[in-house]
């Protein structure tokens, strides 16, 4: 099979299966793949005999396409772990879906926070009080008799 071959049965498989975007990007990673593999010296059957059948491909492709699809409308990561073989020599179909806070609530987050901390020190710092203040009390009253003893 030559590289046109290839690329015209996987547009063929994915053609209503997928998106013209999704089709037009693997139809340039895999022409790209080809001529990758062709300037090393390798002829174009050698090359479709190690990627593989184009329809296994596309089969791949629209079955990814379906779970990032539904991952997105879930708001989950997805972790893609079939690949087809060009893709594990180099490029990666890894992919995270993450949501950010917007910066005004990461800084009203923040605030809350350390209000909460500074209420929790108080109220330790309250609650010793009763504590503390006679203890200091009787430091300084003995630091005091102390030293007027020893001054007289």
């Known amino acids: 099979m030559t590289k046109q071959e290839f690329i015209d049965k996987l547009k063929s498989a994915l053609n209503g299966q997928v998106s013209d975007g999704v089709i037009w990007e693997n139809v340039r990673f895999y022409e790209q793949y080809f001529d990758d593999q062709c300037a090393k010296g390798l002829s174009e059957e050698a090359v479709c005999d ?17 779970h990032e699809t539904e991952f997105i ?6 972790f893609v772990d079939e ?22 609530l990461a800084v009203v987050i923040g605030i ?23 203890v200091v009390l009787i430091v300084i009253a003995y630091r005091a008799i102390k030293k007027f003893i020893a001054g007289m």
Not at 73 to 78: L, P, S, V
Not at 120 to 132: C, E, K, S
């Open 112 to 134: 809350l926070i350390f209000l909460l901390l500074m209420r929790l020190i108080f109220t330790v710092f309250r609650a010793l009080i009763p504590v503390i203040v006679p």
């Open 50 to 66: 190690k990627i593989g059948s184009p329809k296994l491909i596309a089969k791949s492709i629209v079955e990814a396409e379906k």
């Open 83 to 104: 690949e087809p073989k060009p893709f594990r020599q180099g490029r990666s179909r890894f992919t995270v879906h993450t949501r950010r806070l917007p910066g005004w």
């Open 73 to 78: 409308n879930e708001d989950r990561a997805e």
